[in-house]
């Protein structure tokens, strides 16, 4: 069978492929950018950046009280149940509402502390006031990701994340010849902004097929279903914000603000890869487990996505080992230091992949006490081993943390879901007994 025709066939690897053109395209300029940031602000700096960075991130959450895999479960559900998708989007405008408008006071009544907090400064107070206004644009965008990835159009998603990225690295690179740092800053803060207007170019007409804007009503109907994705989302978004906020603060206080520059930096790199697995986990591993009711069909196509990613990764992930001191020297000149992060990072980034597809279980299913329970641990040993570790190790001891974590994590969520599927066995077996009788 010709390649092509193996990739048309395999709806994994054609999200895959579309979504390497735009990952490809993203590198190039995320790589170009970074390195301006390391030739004019230096590790400081790119501190600074990573802290505002992790902020937007939470905002994410925070902002829709975390529906966003609600969204994407329901819509891939119901997609063909206009009444169902109209209760799913008026709970969700609800949610919105409230997220926005309390996140937004809390940032703007509070910008000192929380400038204080993220900086050691309050010299960035304007900033976060900034964010406080741009936090409705989040929330709005964030949904509407939901239902792109719920109704699986990836070619669309692809064509706006590549559009909007485009436009706000343009953006980001004009603010920083401009006005240096605090350029950046704002550039970063105004991004969802941007996000939003291209989301609605490119995909406001294939919106209203499914959201009937007039008939939004301030109501809950499915806020029970939706509060579980909240808690989920809880935990593992914002609670890993606080805890990647803490540990930047932990090498800053402890060690130097270059430092925590340092493992920002190494984070960045990480993150450029593992956004090309966010898309595909959304746009394809949440509604197609969310689909599957037997252990041995989980299995399959469990084993059926590990055989297609996990060498793709690995492939890469070890030509960037190979040649690390290139990629510092091209990416980041002068952050020598990171060489010796790249092995713990990168296996741990391995071990990451495989544990987050199989964990996505908990998603489709709404497993709330086991992703909980899981994510609560992951984070718990990363932040405490991390505290441990530095003292001896230095910024390597947070990436061996990373490493060691991910290995306790894949073995915990690999128990998690397959002691589901014995459960849902044991269940099954007295309805089949009844039967017979």
Known sequence: MKIPQFIKSNLLLKITSVNALVIGVRLVISFFIQRLYAQIVGEAGIYKIGQLQTLTQMLTSITT????????KYVAEHREDKEQLQKLFSSS??????????????????????????FSSK???????LVAIIVPFIAV?????????GLSKYKKFAKIELVSYLLSSALTVYFLFQYNIDGVLVAIAITPAIQFSVMLFLFLKILKEYVQFNKIKFRLPLAKSLLAFSLMSFVSTILLGFVEIDIRDLLATKMTEADAGIWTAMTNISKNYMVFVGSVLTLYVIPKFASIYTQTDFTKELLSIYKTL???????????????????????????????????????????????ILAHQFLAKKMVRNFIFSEVLSLALFYGMSYYFVDSWGVEGVVLA?????????VV???????????QRKKEIPSENSTLQ
């Open 65 to 72: 009280l975390g529906v966003f895999n609600g969204v994407v």
């Open 93 to 118: 405008f609800v949610f919105v509402t409230i997220g926005s408008v309390v996140a937004s006071i809390v940032l703007f009544a509070f910008s000192g502390y929380w400038s204080d907090y993220l």
């Open 123 to 129: 010299e960035f107070t304007y900033l976060i006031k």
């Open 141 to 149: 965008q964030r949904v509407f990701s939901g239902v792109v990835n």
């Open 310 to 356: 996990l060498p793709i990764f690995g492939v890469g992930m070890l030509c960037i080992y190979i040649f690390r001191d290139f990629v510092i020297e091209l990416i980041y000149p002068g952050f020598n230091e990171m060489s010796q992060l790249f092995k713990w990072q990168l296996l741990g980034d391995f071990i990451r992949l495989a544990s987050i």
């Open 402 to 410: 990373h490493f060691i974590r991910y290995i306790i994590y894949f």
């Open 413 to 423: 969520v690999l128990l998690l879901v397959y002691r589901y599927f014995h459960i």
